[in-house]
């Protein structure tokens, strides 16, 4: 790493260098060892060099490094040089490096909390210990209350004491408006358990729970979108050959197609999950359900292929591992969205939906066309209530042409 150091360094010999030198070395090794290389590397190196002059210019010490003086810096380099792609970020992990090797402090007392924020803060914590709620749901909740609450009080008093009815259905009118079917039905979730927390406290008088207005939705109203299996065919021929990027995504799109594997449960495996001895697959599905699944031999090649040849050399455990450094595993389940994106356009595919689910719904589509009952597809699929299954009847043509009765009145 040191070659990354002189072969970068814009400190003429004999200047003096700032607080941040004897860090920096350290530092880019960090970076090189989540991949970072080349001129990528280069870059990230001259920009730690210029934060180092910058901080002995304004007679800084390294425990003064802050987010606000990073946001300075920026500030000052912007007037004679624009922000590059990734520099933000470069500044961050350099903040979380020093900060785990105690050299900078945690970050500075904030500012007091707003009764808004006190108030989420005191609802998120009833939802994770009473409610149980997943990171991603407690978001969503948090997001719809957040909304209601500022359009209701605004940036002033928090009068609870004064929601009304008139109140609440205002709102979800409002916001249905503007909203997805689903996304309407988790705003009133969410305004629901909202009410509720407030009556529990005291802060009102009354459970106005029962004043949000239900969303129509009617079950099964909707036939499942799913590829079907000469589409799944084509999609996978189009991601045999390809870069590393590519034969990664194929491994991926077999999961996916080969046992119906939700995007986040594609997200959360981890090498540990794979017993290659048993031919098993341990997933870790919705409500803390793990669940052990037979590993076909196709999926199996080409997982023990991405992980020998492709998988880029890092400290985690999760199977999937970033193709650009950082080398991390996905952030969440858009990226497996995004890999079925990239392989429908490959094959020419142009769906109305383009998610990893249209592969779920594909494969129960041809498992109920070959003869499988709604009971086992509920159970390759891990479903835990056989409504999730009965949707999937309607695509059974077949079936329904025989309860199908002649029009009155109409030829034979």
């Given at each position: 790493m040191q070659s990354h150091l002189k072969k970068n360094?814009?400190?003429?010999?004999?200047?003096?260098t700032g607080p941040l030198y004897v860090y920096i070395a350290g530092f880019a090794a960090s970076l090189?060892?989540?991949?970072?290389?080349?001129?990528s590397m280069e870059h990230r190196v001259r920009l730690l060099w210029a934060l180092d002059e910058w901080m002995r210019k304004h007679r800084m010490s390294i425990e003064d490094l802050t987010e606000e003086r990073i946001e300075q810096f920026f500030r000052d380099r912007g007037k004679s040089y624009?922000?590059?792609?990734?520099?933000?970020?470069?500044?961050?992990?350099?903040?979380?490096?020093?900060?785990e090797a105690k050299v900078v402090g945690p970050p500075g007392s904030q500012p007091e909390a707003s009764p808004l924020d006190q108030l989420q803060a005191s609802f998120a914590q009833h939802l994770t210990e009473q409610r149980g709620l997943r990171p991603t749901t407690l978001e969503q909740y948090l997001f719809h209350t957040r909304r209601f609450l500022l359009g209701r009080f605004g940036s002033g008093a928090l009068r609870l004491d004064e929601l009304n009815s008139q109140d609440i259905v205002r709102c979800v009118?409002?916001?249905?408006?503007?909203?997805?079917?689903?996304?309407?039905?988790?705003?009133?979730?969410a305004?629901?358990?909202l009410l509720r927390f407030l009556h529990q406290r005291g802060d009102i008088a009354t459970d106005l729970a029962a004043s949000v207005p239900s969303v129509a939705y009617w079950s099964l109203a909707e036939l499942p979108k799913y590829l079907t299996p000469w589409q799944i065919a084509l999609v996978l021929k189009h991601s045999e050959q390809g870069n590393a990027t590519v034969q990664r995504d194929r491994a991926i799109l077999l999961l996916l197609a080969r046992l119906g594997l939700r995007a986040s449960e594609v997200v959360r495996m981890r090498l540990e999950d794979i017993d290659w001895e048993a031919g098993e697959l341990t997933v870790h599905g919705k409500g803390g359900r793990d669940d052990r699944l037979p590993l076909p031999r196709d999926v199996g090649q080409c997982l023990a292929e991405y992980l020998r040849r492709i998988r880029p050399k890092c400290p985690y455990r999760e199977v999937f591992?970033?193709?650009r450094a950082p080398h991390q595993g996905f952030a969440d389940s858009?990226?497996?969205?995004?890999?079925?994106?990239?392989?429908?356009?490959?094959?020419?595919?142009?769906?109305?939906t383009r998610g990893a689910h249209l592969f779920r719904h594909g494969l129960a589509t041809r498992m109920l066309r070959n003869g499988a009952s709604l009971a086992e597809i509920g159970t390759v699929l891990r479903h835990q209530s056989v409504c999730a299954t009965s949707i999937y009847a309607k695509?059974?043509?077949t079936a329904l042409r025989t309860l199908a009765q002649p029009w009155p009145g109409g030829g034979a």
């Open positions: 360094s814009t400190v003429p010999a004999g200047q003096p090189a060892s989540q991949g970072f290389a080349g001129t624009s922000k590059k792609i990734g520099e933000c970020a470069t500044l961050r992990f350099l903040l979380k490096y020093l900060r009118l409002g916001q249905a408006r503007t909203v997805s079917r689903h996304a309407a039905r988790c705003m009133a979730k305004l629901r358990s591992i970033r193709a858009a990226a497996v969205d995004i890999v079925v994106q990239r392989a429908l356009r490959r094959a020419g595919l142009n769906p109305a695509v059974d043509l």
